[in-house]
């Protein structure tokens, strides 16, 4: 390859040169969401970078085989060995079918992700469709002596195999303190040693997600699925494997133990993480209260965190503007920049295609091609991409304003880099070619018909009040009065 593309080896802690095992070839496996609630910004972040390194390496021209998958079953309430299984609990307090909940929040997952122009990947293999292949995988693994059956459940041995390959390697952390440090849990006493972990739970009879194996009848832990899946679809040795950073420790370090406890190797050649967003500052968790999810930044309804709505394109730029490695931290202020910059970048490109070109440059833009390959072959570096597509605005600006000239060629060449890095490689679109609407003068409009309401109940005109809430809801609107006023959201 004449521009090599390095990318940083969580593994091995530094950039490498990548080097497909199969060129033109690529398997590239990338753990998706557990599908019990909404997608959130925490899950727009790993979707779309590795979504632009899926764009990137079919524009350097391999055949790129993207697996993602849905976790459905064996994702517990506490650590990956103890508690109910998210979905499951989901279903018992909405009384609806494991199923039904994991089909309900993927078909949300799946428009999200398409409102932010993250492509499908190749294959979505769901855990509990593969439930079969995981039992053969444990299989090889009781074989090979690193795992152990106990009261019908099984456990991997750490210990044992920690003395035979090197348990940490990804996390970098001490097996001996990892020992110490693993808190006492119900039910622990089925394990050998705290930091042994579960391939095959026995399940519990209020569980309702189970399957018949040959140990008991019960359900996988939740490591063994992507160590599955991934060596099925993409052999046993494939390229990529990504995800976010909490991945690290211990889903992915379990995983290679997994790998090499059943085919004697590590499955991947390169581990990427991408790092996490915080929310003004603090770490996004439920018990913060601070998870919003992506329909929530949408349509701006999550008041109490929002100044205002924010659009598929604006939390697309916000994300790239940061190189996948570092934190990014949300704030409105951080995402009105974001909306401007991707507004101003737009503008850019519509102005490029009214410009007309004279006999000779005095811009200089013949670069612009060379300097944008160079930033993604850093290891995605996104933020600079998008700094040299702002300097060539910049000169858009010149020959726009008569300071300056661009040629026919360099206008033809200047049009195609622009639309291959904004649009095919950073996946940015734009929102208002694209019949996607600004939604916020529509929003204001039904704030102002609720004002109006407001303004009627005081005066007592119920009439007017109650033609305009019961108007509202035929159209399809859910509004309820509160304390200082109402809120209201579409049904
Ligand atoms: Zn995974």
């Known amino acids: 390859?004449?521009?090599?593309?390095?990318?940083?080896?969580?593994?091995?802690?530094?950039?490498?040169?990548?080097?497909?095992?199969?060129?033109?070839?690529?398997?590239?496996?990338?753990?998706?969401?557990?599908?019990?609630?909404?997608?959130?910004?925490?899950?727009?972040?790993?979707?779309?970078?590795?979504?632009?390194?899926?764009?990137?390496?079919?524009?350097?021209?391999?055949?790129?085989?993207?697996?993602?998958?849905?976790?459905?079953?064996?994702?517990?309430?506490?650590?990956?060995?103890?508690?109910?299984?998210?979905?499951?609990?989901?279903?018992?307090?909405?009384?609806?079918?494991?199923?039904?909940?994991?089909?309900?929040?993927?078909?949300?997952?799946?428009?999200?992700?398409?409102?932010?122009?993250?492509?499908?990947?190749?294959?979505?293999?769901?855990?509990?469709?593969?439930?079969?292949?995981?039992?053969?995988?444990?299989?090889?693994?009781?074989?090979?002596?690193?795992?152990?059956?106990?009261?019908?459940?099984?456990?991997?041995?750490?210990?044992?195999?920690?003395?035979?390959?090197?348990?940490?390697?990804?996390?970098?952390?001490?097996?001996?303190?990892?020992?110490?440090?693993?808190?006492?849990?119900?039910?622990?006493?089925?394990?050998?040693?705290?930091?042994?972990?579960?391939?095959?739970?026995?399940?519990?009879?209020?569980?309702?997600?189970?399957?018949?194996?040959?140990?008991?009848?019960?359900?996988?832990?939740?490591?063994?699925?992507?160590?599955?899946?991934?060596?099925?679809?993409?052999?046993?040795?494939?390229?990529?494997?990504?995800?976010?950073?909490?991945?690290?420790?211990?889903?992915?370090?379990?995983?290679?133990?997994?790998?090499?406890?059943?085919?004697?190797?590590?499955?991947?050649?390169?581990?990427?993480?991408n790092n996490m967003i915080t929310i003004n500052g603090q770490k996004m968790g439920k018990s913060l209260g601070n998870f919003i999810t992506l329909d929530e930044f949408f349509t701006g309804s999550r008041k109490d965190m929002l100044a205002q709505p924010y659009s598929p394109m604006t939390i697309r730029f916000f994300i790239l503007q940061a190189h996948y490695g570092g934190t990014v931290d949300f704030s409105n202020d951080a995402l009105q920049a974001a909306e401007k910059a991707y507004e101003r970048m737009l503008d850019g490109w519509r102005r490029l295609n009214e410009l007309r070109p004279s006999e000779t440059s005095t811009v200089n833009v013949a670069d612009l091609d060379r300097k944008c390959h160079e930033a993604m072959n850093d290891d995605l570096n996104t933020?600079?991409?998008?700094?040299?597509?702002?300097?060539?605005?910049r000169a858009i600006n010149q020959v726009n304003d008569g300071k300056a000239t661009i040629s026919a060629a360099d206008l033809d060449q200047l049009k195609s880099t622009f639309k291959t890095f904004l649009f095919d490689i950073l996946g940015i679109y734009d929102e208002r070619e694209s019949g996607s609407v600004n939604l916020k003068p529509y929003e204001q409009a039904v704030d102002l018909l609720l004002e109006i309401r407001k303004d009627a109940k005081s005066r007592k005109d119920w009439a007017t009040s109650d033609l305009i809430r019961n108007r509202l809801a035929e159209i399809g609107f859910d509004i309820k009065d509160t304390k200082d006023g109402f809120e209201w959201k579409v049904k």
């Open 383 to 393: 933020p600079m991409v998008i700094a040299h597509l702002f300097d060539a605005c």
């Open 1 to 273: 390859m004449e521009h090599p593309l390095y990318i940083y080896n969580t593994l091995t802690r530094r950039k490498e040169q990548f080097v497909p095992l199969h060129e033109p070839f690529v398997g590239m496996y990338v753990c998706g969401p557990t599908v019990y609630g909404d997608a959130h910004l925490g899950h727009a972040r790993p979707a779309i970078t590795f979504d632009i390194l899926f764009r990137y390496l079919q524009h350097l021209g391999y055949k790129v085989r993207y697996v993602r998958n849905i976790t459905d079953v064996g994702h517990l309430e506490h650590d990956a060995d103890e508690g109910e299984d998210k979905v499951a609990k989901k279903a018992r307090l909405e009384k609806l079918e494991p199923m039904e909940v994991v089909q309900y929040y993927v078909n949300r997952y799946h428009k999200a992700m398409e409102r932010l122009n993250v492509l499908p990947p190749s294959i979505e293999p769901f855990a509990s469709g593969h439930i079969i292949e995981q039992i053969e995988y444990i299989k090889e693994i009781l074989d090979h002596g690193y795992a152990y059956v106990s009261n019908g459940s099984v456990y991997f041995d750490v210990p044992k195999y920690n003395r035979d390959f090197n348990y940490g390697k990804l996390s970098g952390r001490n097996i001996e303190e990892l020992f110490s440090a693993t808190r006492q849990l119900d039910g622990q006493q089925e394990k050998h040693n705290p930091a042994d972990f579960a391939l095959w739970k026995k399940a519990a009879p209020e569980h309702i997600m189970h399957w018949p194996s040959p140990w008991s009848e019960g359900f996988p832990g939740w490591h063994l699925e992507c160590s599955t899946m991934g060596q099925k679809y993409l052999g046993e040795t494939f390229d990529i494997h990504g995800g976010g950073m909490d991945l690290v420790f211990p889903h992915h370090e379990c995983e290679i133990a997994q790998s090499v406890a059943h085919s004697g190797h590590d499955a991947v050649r390169y581990w990427m993480h």
